[in-house]
């Protein structure tokens, strides 16, 4: 009967688009006894096989890798290595992992806002609010984000708040504002026009 298989590989957490080697090895089953993978429903095929005779000259242990290519989509996914023989008819011998999927690439979709929500540029004089609006990166959120205006010296705001806020608008404030969000993953930066009308 062959024991419970074991899976050995990539240190987590991975990032994404990044190539998963994983190997899954059963000893003690004779006649020598096929793995199976599967990540989530998906069936995985073997990228190489090995099957050699335990040191008892009676029994084989078999090893079985893969690999392929993971998304954000499949963080929390779980991999399983199962153990297909005749021995075991109606039961299972498998071992599962759990995928931890790291994005290091955030679509930047910055936007700005006024109060009340349902206004639209140009913004009026005497309107307050603004906030930079970066997609998160998974699991690892922006823990700074810098403010800056194009054409300033210096910068508005750094702090790990993404709100930079105008108590009272004028006409100086349009130009074009520079949120950089930035986590132990990188940095992304996003750019926003800000058109203030009146008298």
């Known amino acids: 009967i062959p024991q419970k298989p074991q899976i050995f590989g990539h240190e987590q957490p991975i990032d994404e688009e990044k190539i998963v ?3 899954c090895r059963s000893s003690g089953s004779k006649p020598a006894a096929a793995l199976r993978w599967r990540l ?7 990228m190489d ?13 078999v090893t079985s ?10 963080n ?24 931890q999927v790291h994005c290091t690439s955030i679509p930047a979709h910055p936007s700005m806002g006024y109060f009340p929500p349902d206004s639209t540029p ?12 970066l997609t998160p990166i998974p699991f690892h959120s922006p823990q700074e984000f810098l403010w800056e205006k194009e054409g300033s010296d210096a910068p508005l705001q750094l702090s790990s708040d993404s ?8 006409k100086s404030d349009s130009g074009t504002y520079v949120c950089t969000a930035t986590s132990s993953m990188g940095s992304v930066v996003a750019k926003y026009n800000l058109d203030v009308s009146g008298e």
């Open 21 to 23: 080697r994983l190997t």
């Open 65 to 74: 890798r893969v690999e392929f290519r993971v998304t954000k989509e499949e």
């Open 163 to 170: 709100v930079l806020i105008f108590p009272f608008l004028n």
């Open 49 to 61: 096989v090995d099957v050699v005779e335990d040191p008892n000259g009676k029994t084989f242990t």
């Open 122 to 133: 140009p913004w009026p004089l005497g309107g307050q609010g603004g906030q930079c609006c």
């Open 40 to 46: 989530g429903n998906r069936e995985l095929k073997d």
């Open 76 to 99: 929390g996914a779980e991999v399983t290595c199962s153990v297909d023989h005749e021995s075991l008819q109606n039961s299972e011998r498998l071992t599962t992992v759990k995928l």
